[in-house]
């Protein structure tokens, strides 16, 4: 077991590491939301769901790989100030990040979906670009200590799995949410992403104890 995935188990879930800072984080979450609530904006609420439910199916599966490796998983938080580790790989300052991701990318993006950049669909542009911006931070992160990575095809001088598989299809869904006819789809469509999230958390994490 690496250094780093020791560390991040002894702050796994530990309530002892509680700070203050997360309350107002937590209300900033709750304000835009009801903004969107408010504006009866349920295409982006949805979206912004979606982002983050797309999150922890990546959360879930990379603290699997820690279980069954016993090694590392793909990318770890251990502590470096989190108020609270909620996976080996995922931080309460994480989750709630992502929550106002989701929300925040598809209201950049353009009210034509069929507008062209460049030759190129506007939401395939935003993903990729929003993406590699993504991508960036989490290489400042890796260099800050924040995040760990302990496995030679996820690292800043191969950072394309990073991309393909952390970032890219967040946004792809996202924006697919976004742009649906009918919020029926967007609802059945986020209760899927998040059940199953739900269901896999039950599994893995209440019954099985593995993550």
């Known amino acids: ?24 984080i937590m209300l900033l979450v709750l304000y835009i939301y009801a903004v969107e609530i408010g504006k009866k904006n349920w295409a982006v609420i949805l979206a912004g769901l979606a982002y983050w439910g797309m999150d922890w199916f990546n959360e879930i599966w990379n603290a699997l790989v820690f279980h069954f490796t016993q090694y590392a998983p793909v990318w770890g938080t251990p502590g470096n100030g989190s108020a ?17 991701m989701g929300v925040a990318a598809v209201k950049s993006l353009p009210e034509d ?13 935003y993903a990729v ?44 869904v996202c924006f697919w949410v976004y742009d649906m006819e009918t919020v029926k789809k967007q609802v059945t469509t986020v209760s899927v992403i998040l059940g199953f999230d739900a269901l896999c958390l039950i ?7 593995w993550i």
């Open 84 to 100: 609270y580790v909620i996976l080996i790989g995922l931080n309460i300052e994480i989750t709630l990040m992502f929550l106002i």
């Open 203 to 209: 599994i893995f994490g209440v019954y099985l104890k």
């Open 1 to 24: 077991m690496t250094a780093s995935a020791a560390q991040a188990l002894t702050l796994l879930r530990d309530p002892s590491q509680f700070k203050w800072y997360v309350i107002p």
């Open 113 to 125: 979906k069929n507008m062209k950049i460049a030759g190129i669909p506007n939401r395939w542009f």
């Open 129 to 172: 670009l929003l993406s590699i911006g993504c991508v960036i931070v989490e290489c400042v992160l890796n260099a800050a200590g924040a995040l760990t990575w302990e496995y030679s095809w996820w690292q800043t001088s191969f950072p394309y799995i990073l991309f393909l598989i952390g970032y890219l299809p967040f946004f792809v």
